[in-house]
């Protein structure tokens, strides 16, 4: 406040000096020019200048006060948009590392990651034979960071399915999955299966030796899936060649080519990260719905089993 | 020993997930595993100490009267949350600026790479390609290892160990679990990783990947061992072999199932149908290792052989 009044004094001196002892209105070019109006004016902005947090431009943007008040404190995270999946209070336990192991939160930053290093790394590359391999040498030598970018993603990729593991890995050894989040278990087992995927069909995409033999080992295991490939048990009995059988769907012929780099592509890109995405909102949302996160819980014994209601 | 070639595989940018994983999950298990036996103290001593076990709080952390049960969000968890998100953001900023994404030559499908892998986490999937037909190794095993994995909650009937870490009240499940996550999968990921050189070949670390190594092992089928030299009878002679591996396995799993008085107490709130669905599970999951052993050490390569499908 004590600044408000001084650099208030300050400016009252300014103009002072600029109008002279005259302080009545003028009038230039048919304006009225009250200097005492807009003196008043003037500090006024400079009052909500130094307020920030009490400015109409403020209180729309954030719409709560950010005191340290418990409600204020609810209230910021319950009236963001990006922070009201989180509940306004959790257990006080819930908070230590080594129950959570903060290893799902990871792996959803992780995601965040891939999506932004992706949607850059997508700015440079076309999904076809010939360009494909010569976009990779142009993103790691050109590309000002280009070869940051990519390495990123792929190490990134890297960790999150390792972080995934170690997510299910402590969710299951909390028994988490027990009553009443036995589904969101099964939508998470989905999220790692789609990581999976997102990963092995991002492997092609470079078209270099490397990605390509191990897509060839991967997709020629469809090869004999059982009545759906031409060499699994029954596939030939009920007409499957290599040329219409589910490998054929998946590489979009009966050799890893342009149609199968296209398909990966787009796969990777757009069809996997969107169900990725679905899944995720059900997960997070059912973990709210489900009570939160599950602990730790306090300590059940086996004397106070309730028996089975069927 | 060949340090070099061990270097060569170890540090290649690729495999460093892996190596990451021999000491991740470890500690990981420890640091679940730690927190579960303290737990089990607790629960031990409150089940001797009915008084105790009315008033005290119920966990292994420590509460004092007057504290709060619950914290604010903001800032105590956001807080948190940040902090990992900067931490692993320094991490992954100087893997990648240390470590380079590998880039082969070009695509060329006349030219086989030897050993030719899949990424990392399928490794386990290509492993199991030596001790399966590539239908059980590559199709069915993987669809039910997720069928397995979701249908986890719903066959898994005990009450106790929801929402905390313990061992005692779960020995049956937390022993499933690491059987299938770490023995099964995380080792076969090791082993397809650092120990399958050229040509799939076992090279024990720190041996020469030797591109002109020739293996003299005559892989048998069991019929051939025992002596049965046409169908039917290999067809039907393989069957009874699988069909008993399944009695005598289930017989175990059931022992096992059955083995405490606590665990009895579980089985009688399973439902049938559940109970199939877990020894179903179990017998498929115990299927594995006997295989590769069998394979292994004693160069058998399948035991049942029909006419459309070899196990």
């Keep these: ?310 | 020993m060949d340090w070099h070639q061990l270097w060569t595989i170890v540090s290649l940018p690729d495999n460093i997930p892996i190596v990451g994983m021999l000491f991740i999950i470890p500690f990981f298990t420890w640091y679940g595993l730690r927190q579960a036996f303290a737990n089990d103290r607790l629960a031990e001593k409150l089940s001797n100490d009915k008084e105790l076990a009315r008033t005290h709080h119920r966990k292994a952390h420590p509460f004092r009267k007057g504290w709060a049960r619950e914290v604010s969000v903001w800032p105590y968890l956001l807080r948190m949350e940040f902090l990992a998100a900067v931490i692993v953001t320094i991490i992954l900023m100087v893997w990648s600026i240390t470590l380079d994404a590998p880039l082969e030559e070009p695509a060329n499908p006349s030219l086989t790479m030897n050993p030719s892998k899949a990424p990392w986490y399928f490794l386990g999937l290509q492993e199991m390609l030596v001790y399966f037909d590539p239908w059980i190794a590559g199709v069915l095993m993987p669809t039910l290892i997720i069928v397995g994995l979701i249908v986890i909650p719903y066959i898994d009937e005990n009450p106790l160990g929801n929402g905390y870490y313990t061992y005692k009240q779960r020995r049956f499940a937390i022993w499933t679990f690491i059987f299938g996550f770490i023995i099964l999968w995380s080792t076969m990921i090791v082993i397809g990783t650092l120990i399958r050189g050229p040509g799939w070949m076992w090279f024990w670390p720190g041996m020469t990947w030797d591109h002109n190594r020739l293996i003299f092992e005559i892989n048998r089928d069991l019929h051939e061992i025992v002596g049965i030299t046409s169908q039917p009878w290999i067809g039907i002679f393989g069957g009874l072999v699988v069909g008993g591996f399944a009695t005598v396995s289930g017989y175990a799993c059931h022992r096992l199932i059955t083995a405490t008085e606590f665990s009895r107490k579980i089985l009688d709130r399973m439902s049938l149908l559940q109970y199939a669905i877990l020894q179903a599970l179990l017998i498929v999951m115990l299927a594995l290792p006997l295989k590769i052993a069998a394979r292994l050490l004693f160069r058998i390569k399948y035991v049942w052989v029909t006419p459309w499908f070899n196990v």
Excluded at chain 1, 28 to 37: H, T
Excluded at chain 1, 177 to 199: A, C, D, E, H, M
Excluded at chain 1, 243 to 251: H, I, K, Q
Aim: proline share 5%; aromatic share 12%.
């Design chain 1, 1 to 310: 406040m004590a600044d408000n009044k001084g650099a208030g004094a300050e400016k009252e001196a300014v103009t002072q000096s600029t109008n002279g002892s005259e302080n009545g209105a003028r009038t230039l070019l048919g304006v009225n020019i009250d200097p005492d109006e807009i003196k008043k004016k003037a500090q006024m902005d400079l009052k909500a200048i130094q307020a920030p947090t009490k400015s109409e431009v403020y209180k729309s943007i954030f719409r709560v006060k950010h005191d340290q008040t418990a409600r204020s404190r609810t209230l910021g995270v319950l009236s963001n948009v990006f922070l009201h999946l989180h509940p306004a209070k959790v257990n006080r336990d819930a908070v230590r590392y080594s129950f959570t192991w903060g290893m799902g939160g990871i792996s959803f930053y992780l995601f965040w990651v891939l999506t932004w290093t992706g949607v850059l790394l997508m700015f440079y590359y076309h999904p076809t034979k010939v360009q494909a391999f010569r976009d990779i040498l142009y993103l790691e030598h050109d590309v000002p960071f280009g070869k940051l970018l990519r390495n990123m993603h792929r190490w990134a990729a890297h960790a999150m399915v390792l972080t995934v593991q170690l997510h299910m890995f402590r969710v299951f050894l909390t028994g988490s999955y027990k009553k009443p989040r036995q589904f969101n278990w099964s939508i998470g087992v989905i999220l790692l299966v789609l990581t999976l995927l997102l990963s092995f069909t991002g492997y092609l995409l470079p078209d270099d030796q490397l990605g390509f033999w191990a897509v060839t080992v991967g997709t020629n295991m469809a090869r004999a899936t059982p009545m759906l490939g031409h060499e699994g048990p029954f596939g030939p009995q009920l007409g499957m060649t290599p040329f219409n059988d589910v490998r054929f769907a998946l590489l979009g012929g009966s050799i890893v080519d342009a149609n199968a780099l296209l398909r990966a592509y787009i796969w990777h890109c757009i069809a996997i990260p969107g169900f990725a995405a679905t899944f995720m909102i059900v997960h997070f949302w059912r973990v709210r719905k489900d009570g939160g996160i599950s602990g730790p819980a306090r300590v059940m014994l086996e004397s106070e089993i309730k028996p089975l209601r069927r």
